[in-house]
C-alpha cells in the first residue's frame, strides 16, 4: 500500500519551452530542503532532468550511464510490463542527487518513447485490453513500489511536451499535477487546448477504473483522478520588481483564461480541489490558481546549470564576482529563494488538505 502522507505529483503542459524540467528540479530541491524526502521522475526521453542532475550534455554522456547502469532507469523499471518478462516489475535504486542528502532521481531514457506505441493500444481499451492489462498501471506500480521501498514524501514527475499516451498515463495516475507556463501566445494556446483534452483523459480514465480486467492485472490502474495544485508561470522580465507592461498583458490573459474557463472545465471532471482548500492556502489562489510568478533567471541560470544547483542554493563562491555585482547575484539569489520556498510550502498545504 502506498503511504498515505505521499504525493505523486506531475508536471505537465504540451507546450515547450516553458521551464518544467528547471521547476521539477528546483521545486523538488525545495521540498528535499524543507525536510521531506523527494523522488524526481524523468519520464520525458528528452532527459532534460536527468542531463540537469547529472551534468551530461551529449549522447555520449548517456551512452557511458547506460552502459554502466543498465538498469538504473525508467525505460528499464518497466521492462518486465512492457516487454512480457516473467518476472515482476520491482523498485530500482534511485540516484543520489549532489549537495541534498533528501533528493533523488529516477534517470529518463533517450528510447522511452518506444513504448509508446504499446502504450496506446493497451490504452485503447479494446478486445486487446486482455493480453495487454497489465500495461496501463506499469508506470504507477512502479512508482508506489519506490515509495514503499525508500519512503518517498513527495514524487515529481516531469513529463514531455506532447499529447500521447506516455502523458495522458502519467497525468491520469498522478495525485496533483502543476502547469508550468510562459507568458506568451502559445502558453495560452496551450491552456486553452486543455479544456478539451482533460476530459478525454478524465473520461478514458474513469472506463479504465471499471474495468474488471484492469482491477485484476498485475499492475492494478489506480482509482481516483488528479487534482490540480495551480499554474506557475515564469520567464519574464521584471522591472522595479513587477512583469514589464508586455509580459504583464500575457501574465493577465493566462491567468484569466485558466480562471475564466480551464477551472470550470476540470471542476466538472472532479480534477478540482475544493474551494476552501484554494483559499485556506492563499486567498488570491481562487481568483488566478497562479502559485508564484517567476522572472528569467537570466545570467543566473548557466552558473545553476554548472554547478547542478538551483539558482536559489548558489553560494557566494559559485558566482565567480566581487564588489557590487557579487551584492546583485546575492539579491537575486535571495529572490528566487523566497519564490520557490513560497511555492513548496503552498505544494505542502495543499497536498496536505
Known sequence: M??????????????????????????????????????????????????????????????KFYTKNPDINLKAALRPAYESLPKLIEPIEPVKVKKNKNLFLIPGHINLSEYEITLGIAQELSSSIQALKNIPGALSYFIKKEIEAYGF?????DMNPSLGSLNQNILMSSDYFIVPTAPDFFSKMAIDSLNEV???????????????????????????????????IQKYRPRNGEATEGFQAWIDKINEAVSDRFVPAIEKIDMLLTHEQYKSVDKGLTKNYCLVQIPDFNTLIATSQQYKTPVFALKDSMFGHVGAVL???????????????????????LTNA
Not at 514524501?153 to 514527475?157: A, I, N
Open 198 to 232: 482533460f476530459p478525454r483523459w478524465q473520461k478514458w480514465s474513469e472506463k479504465a477504473q471499471g474495468l474488471v480486467d484492469l482491477e485484476k492485472a498485475a499492475y492494478p490502474f489506480p482509482k481516483g483522478f488528479p487534482k490540480f495544485l495551480g499554474t506557475v
Open 2 to 63: 502506498q503511504k498515505k502522507t505521499s504525493r505523486i505529483i506531475s508536471l505537465f503542459n504540451h507546450k515547450g519551452g516553458v521551464s518544467k524540467t528547471t521547476t521539477t528540479f528546483n521545486l523538488g530541491w525545495m521540498l528535499a530542503q524543507k525536510g521531506y524526502k523527494v523522488l524526481l521522475v524523468d519520464a520525458d526521453p528528452q532527459c532534460n532532468l536527468t542531463g540537469l542532475i547529472l551534468g551530461y550534455s551529449g549522447n555520449e554522456d548517456f551512452e
Open 153 to 157: 514524501d513527495f514524487v515529481l514527475v
Open 327 to 349: 551584492k546583485q547575484d546575492q539579491k537575486k539569489r535571495d529572490e528566487f529563494l523566497g519564490i520557490f520556498s513560497r511555492l513548496a510550502d503552498e505544494v505542502i498545504e
